[in-house]
């Protein structure tokens, strides 16, 4: 994993870089006419969805992270990678749906809430409501409320689910939530403190860890 050191690195170096799920790519000339969409399904990053291509279905949903100059702190943001020519990216780390977790190094506790609760069926826009709701996770400080958890949602459409059992898995994360609460405790029961947030953030890939990027 490569790592940005020092703010000055991007504008030494020649090459058009970016980081996917904690991986550095060197972005070759004349990849202008690619989304970012484009550049990950044919880097076989096929969790993320192309669905209408035009903004409106979520289900190519990513997270970018960068550090923001004005505002000294890192972003991070869930965006449409099918609207995102692939060079506005350049020098932010994309988060796909892969670099969560997997069934064999272990679910992301989003991934595994949606798939316990039932809030999948063809899959097909899984990725995407999986990636905005880690994005918000991401980019508050404390658990988010309930509300905020609906409006994240807002941009991510399913058409076989049905959004019941979605936000119900959701849900989980808010701070007002109980069996969440309960939950996490019996299973890390060994832990003599618990930060709940922490864990629900569990593993983030990370660019630089000192800026939480
Ligand atoms: S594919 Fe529908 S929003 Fe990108
Ligand atoms: S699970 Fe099929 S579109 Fe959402």
Redesign the pocket.
């Known amino acids: 994993m490569g790592s940005l050191k020092n703010e000055g690195e991007l504008e030494e170096s020649k090459d058009a870089i970016l980081y996917v799920n904690g991986v550095r790519k060197v972005l070759s000339d004349g990849l202008a006419h690619l989304t970012l969409l484009e550049y990950l399904r044919d880097s076989g990053l096929t969790g993320t969805k192309l669905g209408c291509g035009e903004g409106g279905c979520g289900a190519c949903t990513v997270m970018v992270s960068y550090f923001d100059q004005n505002s000294k702190k890192c972003v991070h943001q869930a965006i449409n990678a099918c609207l995102a020519p692939l060079y506005s990216v350049e020098g932010m780390h994309v988060i796909t749906v892969e670099g969560l977790g997997n069934q064999k190094f272990g679910l992301h506790p989003v991934q595994e809430s949606l798939a316990s609760r039932h809030?999948?069926?063809?899959?097909?826009?899984?990725p995407g409501?999986i990636m905005s709701m880690y994005a918000l996770l991401r980019s508050n400080k404390t658990p988010p409320t309930e509300e905020q958890i609906e409006e994240s949602l807002a941009g991510n459409?399913?058409?076989?689910?049905g959004y019941r059992p979605?936000l119900d898995a959701f849900q989980v994360f808010a701070k007002s939530n109980i069996y969440y609460t309960q939950m996490v405790l019996s299973r890390y029961k060994n832990l003599k403190t618990v930060n709940l947030f922490a864990l629900q953030l569990a593993n983030p890939v990370l660019v630089d860890p000192t800026r939480n990027c």
């Open positions: 809030g999948s069926q063809c899959g097909f826009c899984t409501f459409l399913c058409r076989c689910t979605i």
